[in-house]
């Protein structure tokens, strides 16, 4: 059973930036092509990023060069780096990985991202 951890979130002003963190215990992310998504009340869950075992990177359009996912085998974790936020990316944070329409992991609880002055 894995168990996703989401931290980093917070209140910040419009230009602002946060560093998320998403830790995982129970089993190694490393085969995995990990992503950050994210939900706002009212609307589907969207994909942010994601980071695949090699390190190929897949971003929203919206990231627009903005945000950075990474990840970190050997602590078994990966991180959101998110810089000139906008009140438009006020959204919950989660981090999981996806095979289809499928999620394979439980999500964790996020961590909240309000943009906001």
């Known amino acids: 059973q894995v168990q996703l951890v989401e931290s980093g979130g917070g209140l910040v002003q419009p230009g602002g930036s946060l560093r998320l963190s998403c830790a995982a215990s129970g089993r190694t992310l490393t085969p995995y092509t990990m992503g950050w998504y994210r939900q706002v009340p009212g609307k589907e869950r969207e994909l942010v990023a994601r980071?695949?075992?090699?390190?190929?990177?897949n971003s929203a359009d919206f990231v627009k060069g903005r945000f950075t996912i990474s990840r970190d085998n050997a602590k078994n974790t990966l991180s959101l780096e998110m810089k000139s936020l906008q009140p438009e990316d006020t959204a919950m944070y989660y981090c999981?990985?996806?095979?289809?329409?499928?999620?394979?992991?439980?999500w964790g609880q996020g961590t909240l991202v309000t943009v906001s002055s």
């Open positions: 999981n990985t996806q095979v289809g329409s499928k999620f394979l992991f439980a």
């Open positions: 980071i695949r075992t090699g390190g190929i990177v």
